[in-house]
């Protein structure tokens, strides 16, 4: 398996405009969570499902950020419209159920200016 | 919810010493508590995890000591190496609670570098 597969790697964006990340989780994971990065706040969790289910998003930040998860294989991560602290390394991992370890994709970093 | 302490920030060591990071956490149901290693620009990996039912737990170099009562653990590296150097991040959760908890708590991270 090639791992969890994310897309962009960079975004360079403008203040104001909409940006999506999307995560293909490793095949037969339940699970699949977004995170952020950032040296100020750590890793943290934005959201996380089971099943293509939102099961907690407790750590979206406010209603310019929302994900999806149409299908087992895929998800979206969008902030519309974005601003200049939005910026971070964005992370989707993925874990199969009754296994906790978290497989971590190599992220997007995004640069909003 | 679980809140998570992780001493110290950064940490500088000679090659060969030994490095030993500690976490606190708030939530005394927790039993299930990974540690993390991330290399500069990489992602987060899992390098050791320890369960509530034992007490400490090694994995060649590394190892990982549980104290309930206190409610705290800790990161032991022997014999360290330059390519050790990474942020590590503890982490907590109860995968019990609710019936399918997957969420972890993570710590703040340390930077550990290895001098040669």
């Known amino acids: 398996d090639a791992g969890v597969i994310q897309s962009p790697r960079h975004e360079v964006t403008e203040m104001g405009q909409e940006v999506t990340l999307r995560c293909k989780p490793i095949s037969g994971h339940d699970y699949l969570f977004w995170y952020r990065q950032t040296m100020m706040r750590g890793l943290e969790l934005l959201i996380y499902?089971?099943?293509?289910?939102?099961?907690?998003d407790s750590g979206m930040p406010e209603d310019r950020f929302s994900a999806k998860m149409p299908n087992a294989s895929f998800s979206t991560l969008k902030i519309q419209p974005s601003e200049p602290r939005d910026s971070a390394v964005y992370f989707c991992a993925s874990c199969p159920r009754g296994i906790y370890e978290q497989y971590f994709g190599p992220g997007t970093r995004l640069t909003v200016t | 919810g679980e809140n998570v302490e992780q001493h110290p920030s950064t940490l500088s060591v000679q090659e060969g010493d030994s490095a030993v990071i500690k976490c606190t956490y708030s939530?005394?149901?927790?039993?299930?508590f990974p540690w993390y290693k991330q290399e500069l620009g990489k992602r987060p990996q899992l390098i050791i995890d320890?369960?509530?039912?034992?007490g400490e737990k090694k994995d060649q170099r590394i190892a990982v000591t549980l104290n309930k009562t206190a409610k705290h653990f800790s990161l032991h590296i022997t014999e360290t190496q330059p390519e050790d150097s990474a942020v590590y991040f503890c982490a907590a959760t109860n995968p019990n609670s609710g019936g399918s908890n997957y969420k972890l708590t993570f710590g703040k991270g340390t930077l550990l570098t290895v001098n040669p």
């Open positions: 939530d005394s149901a927790s039993n299930y």
């Open positions: 499902f089971n099943n293509n289910v939102p099961i907690d």
């Open positions: 320890i369960r509530s039912n034992v």
